[in-house]
């Protein structure tokens, strides 16, 4: 069973009495623990086919299989429902909650699960250790640096244990240096977690961290090169 | 998700406290003008409230306690045969005109009351007695009247009608709905101030015996004596209420007052709620993007609004209650039932939740995939 199964997804936007092909016969499968880079240029379609892997846009056509569930035929609660518990979403401006705090924004997919408070926040404690910001637990995000904020994102992905972590552009908005600490951190924390990643990147730099990476041209998706082995570090 | 909603609220101090001031503004505005509608349409009632009859009788049409039309006073003897009536007497509520030592004269209320029982007699005395009323020319007026009346003395003389008038004691606070003091006296000397005939009066009040069925000794009276009309204490209270209420438009001008008032306060709610919302529909996109679901969105925006209704309505009664501490006076009496101020609450809550619908509305069409973009 594949991770991810996207066989030949269209997807196209309409204005007006335009029609933008977008998305034309993608075909795109990821294996279960695989970290795959997806890349390309701006307008290639990258984010469209992110957003259509996270459920949070619907094919116009084709088929989507997330763990063997047929993505298709799940009603628009049932795809909130898959999201909170098997997606993890990384953003590129990270999408923290200003008024709460960086603990509190951790805990925020365990408490649209219904986990209580005090286990909600036991759990986030956790995984702001793992991401080196125990200290910073009582922070909002106001006060913390960009690439504090990714890690307390990269922390909210994680904490529900998701069987596929889905990442926009994690280093756009982040220096060159805590662009690589934060995917450092991010890749060893999917790996010890067994999680399946799909990473849209423009940053090459990063590549090294991709089991796979690939190419978005033309609205479809191909394979472009094996990642030197330095990007298991 | 109320945990949630406390947080990002009480995190945007300035929208929560414009929020909050609209509720505030709100709960004060519904209860101080409730309260100086009630203070001052229960004075409408006044001599019923605290007449310590049972059941007031007077005339087929009688409307309003302090408007009767005069009744034989003989017919007290078929209701004093009724089963279950303890006392019957004679009651005198009349126009009159007291003559004032500067020359000048005030129109007043009279009210003459049986020598033997004092029923419907003057209350919350501050100087003198009840009984008092029954000394040679003794009447008793309210001393928040003096003004009117030329500052009376206990013991200083007035003539009302042309017969002298003796105040014996003063009371505080028994004011009318009509700008006439009430003048407590008995009811020989009423008739006389008011001019009246002794074969006549005003009202008979009834005291019951204990346990007594107050309707069926009201229905065997009207049979009785069918050219009377018989109410309970709190049937002809609420009927001198409505006199005013339905004659006057009193209860349209403060009720407009105060609806002006709860929308002017609400609009500001909705506003600031909105405002709130729209600052932050990034982050309800992020928050369905994750897997929020609808009813989670609707708890976060509900919890808002009721969090506001709360918070404002605590701080609201309290300023309320300080208001009323500071401004109640017997003359402008400001009176909060808890009724009332229960009722405001619940009524800010409402519209609360129905501001918050607004926003949620926005939020409905927020499209997670924006969080990709």
Known sequence: MHAIAAIDIHKSYRRGATVTPVLTGVDFRVEPGESVFLVGPSGSGKSTLLSILGCLLTADSGRLEIFGQDVNRLTARSRSELRLRKIGFVFQRFNLIQGLTAIDNVAVPLRLCGWSAGRAWRRAAELLDAVGLADQARARPGCMSAGQCQRVAIARSLVLQPELILADEPTASLDADSGQEVMALFRSLIRQQGVTAVVVTHDPRIFVYADRVCEMADGQVRSREQPSESGGR | ?373
Request: hydrophobic share 45%; net charge positive; proline share 4%.
């Open chain 2, 1 to 373: 998700m109320v945990e949630f909603a406390i947080k990002t609220l009480v995190a945007d101090r300035g929208k929560m406290f414009t929020a909050l001031v609209g509720v505030v503004f709100s709960i004060v505005l519904v209860n101080i003008q409730g309260g100086l509608f009630f203070g001052l349409i229960q004075k409408a009632s006044m001599l019923v409230d605290h007449g310590r009859a049972d059941i007031w009788v007077g005339h087929k049409k009688i409307h309003n306690v302090d408007f009767p039309r005069d009744i034989p006073r003989r017919w007290v003897h078929r209701i004093r045969t009724i089963p279950g009536v303890a006392h019957a007497e004679p009651y005198v509520v009349g126009v009159s005109q007291m003559t004032l030592p500067s020359g000048g004269f005030e129109p007043v209320f009279v009210v003459g009351v049986d020598e033997s029982t004092l029923m419907g007699n003057a209350w919350n005395l501050t100087q003198g007695r009840p009984e008092d009323v029954r000394k040679t020319d003794g009447v008793i007026v309210d001393e928040l009247e003096d003004g009117k009346l030329d500052q009376p003395a206990v013991g200083d003389l007035r003539e009302i009608n042309g017969v002298r008038a003796r105040v014996v004691a003063k009371s505080r606070g028994v004011m009318g709905f009509l700008v006439n003091p009430y003048v407590f006296t008995t009811y020989s000397r009423a008739v006389a101030y008011t001019g009246k005939s002794p074969a006549y009066c005003s009202y008979f009040l009834v005291r019951l015996q204990p346990g007594v069925d107050e309707q069926a000794v009201c229905r065997a009276i009207r049979s009785r004596v069918p050219q009377v009309e018989a109410y309970t204490r709190d049937e002809y209270s609420r009927i001198s209420v409505n006199y005013w209420m339905t004659r006057t438009g009193l209860g349209i001008s403060f009720g407009a007052a105060t609806l002006l008032g709860l929308a002017v306060g609400m609009i500001v709610v909705a506003q600031t709620l909105y405002a709130l919302v729209l600052d932050r529909l990034g982050e309800f996109a992020t928050l369905k993007a994750i897997g929020a679901k609808e009813h989670q969105i609707v708890t976060i925006v509900l919890a808002h609004a009721i969090l506001m209704a709360l918070a404002g309505s605590v701080i609201g009664l309290g300023i309320v209650a300080l208001a009323q501490r500071l401004f109640s006076s017997p003359r402008a009496p400001i009176s909060i039932s808890a009724e009332l101020a229960f009722g405001s609450c619940i009524l800010v809550a409402v519209i609360c939740v129905i501001s918050a619908m607004l926003p949620y509305s926005r939020i409905r069409k927020v499209d997670p995939v924006m969080v990709m973009r």
